[in-house]
Nanobody, 118 residues
Framework: QVQLVESGGGLVQPGGSLRLSCAAS????????MGWYRQAPGKQRELVAS???????NYKDSVKGRFTISRDTAKNTVYLRMNSLKSEDTDVYYC????????????WGQGTQVTVSS
């Protein structure tokens, strides 16, 4: 069964750091672009960062220079390192694969909550 499991969220003060992890089934991990999304209550889910199978990355403007997406093929895991966190980064974060720039709606996991607050 194809599955994505996110972890690593928590409560952090402004300016702090977190590293999120997404463990993925091999069948979907190695071949596809993988992305990290986030969603606040009442808002649409938005793509924060993506990484291709070859390691090319893209970022939402508001996180450029602060967030770093990476992948470990041997561990079937994609990471999101978040530095210099701001209160507006508070959201539930999800990972997913992208096909044609779109996430696979049948693969959303439970997400991991990131709260940035003093």
């Amino acid at each position: 069964q194809v599955q994505l499991v996110e972890s690593g969220g928590g409560l952090v003060q402004p300016g702090g750091s977190l590293r999120l992890s997404c463990a993925a089934s091999g069948a979907i991990f190695r071949l596809y672009v993988m992305g990290w999304y986030r969603q606040a209550p009442g808002k649409q889910r938005e793509l924060v960062a993506s990484i291709s199978s070859g390691g090319d990355t893209n970022y939402k403007d508001s996180v450029k220079g602060r967030f770093t997406i990476s992948r470990d093929t041997a561990k079937n895991t994609v990471y999101l390192r978040m530095n210099s966190l701001k209160s507006e980064d508070t959201d539930v974060y999800y990972c997913n694969r992208l096909i044609g720039g779109r996430p696979s709606n049948d693969l959303w996991g439970q997400g991991t909550q990131v709260t940035v607050s003093s």
